[in-house]
Nanobody, 120 residues
Framework: QVQLVESGGGLVQPGGSLRLSCAAS????????MGWFRQAPGKERDLVAA???????SYGDFVKGRFAISRDNSKNTVYLQMNSLKPEDTAVYYC??????????????WGQGTQVTVSS
């Protein structure tokens, strides 16, 4: 049974940091491209960050050096370190897995999402 289980979301003040984790099981993690998406109420689901099987990374334009995606194949886990958080970063964050370059159209597996709220 395939599972992507996100954790680490919560409430944080503007300028603060959070680290999201996504634990994968039920598939060969190291063979997959991994990514993080986010969706705010009434908005589309956007790609936040992606990492290839070899560890190359890419980010949405709105990240602007504030976030970092990483993976640990020995733990079947992908991370998203988020710094300098802004209220507009408030959204549900989803972990995703794909056998191809990460786009919203190529995702094979989705996590259930974790809420991130940035507010004072």
């Amino acid at each position: 049974q395939v599972q992507l289980v996100e954790s680490g979301g919560g409430l944080v003040q503007p300028g603060g940091s959070l680290r999201l984790s996504c634990a994968a099981s039920g598939f060969t993690f190291s063979y997959y491209y991994m990514g993080w998406f986010r969706q705010a109420p009434g908005k589309e689901r956007d790609l936040v960050a992606a990492i290839t099987r070899s560890g190359s990374t890419s980010y949405g334009d709105f990240v602007k050096g504030r976030f970092a995606i990483s993976r640990d194949n020995s733990k079947n886990t992908v991370y998203l370190q988020m710094n300098s958080l802004k209220p507009e970063d408030t959204a549900v964050y989803y972990c995703a897995a794909s056998t191809n370059r990460i786009t919203i159209a190529t995702i094979t597996y989705w996590g259930q999402g974790t809420q991130v709220t940035v507010s004072s």
